[in-house]
């Protein structure tokens, strides 16, 4: 049983298309997040949503949408893709900590990678 | 930004070699783990640690907490082919969201 899956793993696809991933877990976690590994394998933090709200939300681009219908899903819709764009997009989950409740540990899927043409 | 710097960024070793791998910061942080990524996967957590200068062993991995709790070392004994990976460090800041570091790419070889 996969903890978090994603689906495509691959996509590749021309620049001004518009797609989706999608991120489901059966971990019963109730925070959920999408991250962007560059090229140089560096890791950052996108979304994060707990409970369907989104709470943590970095510096992206507004054709970046992220949707969660309910808290074991969470997809990530990029309209008019850029070459710019092309990365392996990573889901991952975790509990909710409260604060001084100790370390936040996130489970991740086996990524997107996503091919801008 | 809280920005973790990672070093080296590639290491190449024989097996059987020992190893140290480096994140450091100028942020303290409430909290650091090591994760460590395969080709095609996700990062996998390896350890969490909490407390400054704490140490924390897993196998042949020893993985300590800095005093001022602004950086962290990863070290492995006697390498094996098996440990090579994407090995990433991550800090919080006593909440839930954590900051990634730059990345060591370990590659062991036979």
């Known amino acids: 049983d996969t903890a978090v899956s994603q689906t495509p793993k691959y996509l590749v696809t021309q620049m001004g298309n518009d797609k989706s991933i999608k991120c489901e877990q059966n971990?019963?976690?109730?925070?959920m997040y999408w991250y962007k590994q560059d090229s140089k394998k560096f890791l950052k933090i996108m979304f994060s949503?707990?409970?369907?709200?989104?709470?943590i939300n970095e510096t992206v681009p507004n054709r970046f949408s992220p949707k969660s219908p309910d808290k074991a899903h969470l997809n990530l819709h990029i309209n008019s893709l850029e070459l710019g764009d092309s990365a392996v997009y990573f889901c991952?989950?975790?509990?909710?900590?409260?604060?001084?409740?100790?370390?936040?540990?996130?489970?991740f899927g086996a990524g997107s990678r996503l091919t801008v043409l | 930004t809280q920005l973790l710097e990672q070093s080296p960024q590639f290491l190449s070793i024989q097996e059987g070699e020992n190893l140290t791998v480096y994140c450091n910061s100028s942020?303290?942080?409430?909290?650091l783990q090591w994760y460590r990524q395969e080709p095609g996967e996700g990062p996998v957590l390896l350890v969490t640690?909490?407390?400054?200068?704490e140490v924390k062993k897993l196998k042949r991995l020893t993985f300590q907490f800095g005093d001022a709790r602004k950086d962290s070392s990863l070290h492995i004994t006697a390498a094996q082919p098996g440990d090579t990976g994407l090995y990433l460090c991550?800090?919080?800041?006593?909440?839930?969201?954590?900051?990634f570091g730059t990345g060591t790419q370990l590659k062991v070889e036979l």
């Open positions: 991952a989950s975790s509990q909710w900590l409260s604060t001084g409740a100790g370390a936040n540990v996130l489970t």
């Open positions: 971990l019963g976690h109730d925070t």
């Open positions: 949503y707990n409970n369907k709200e989104l709470i």
């Open positions: 942020s303290v942080f409430s909290s």
């Open positions: 640690v909490v407390t400054g200068g």
């Open positions: 991550a800090g919080a800041r006593g909440g839930n969201k954590l900051t």
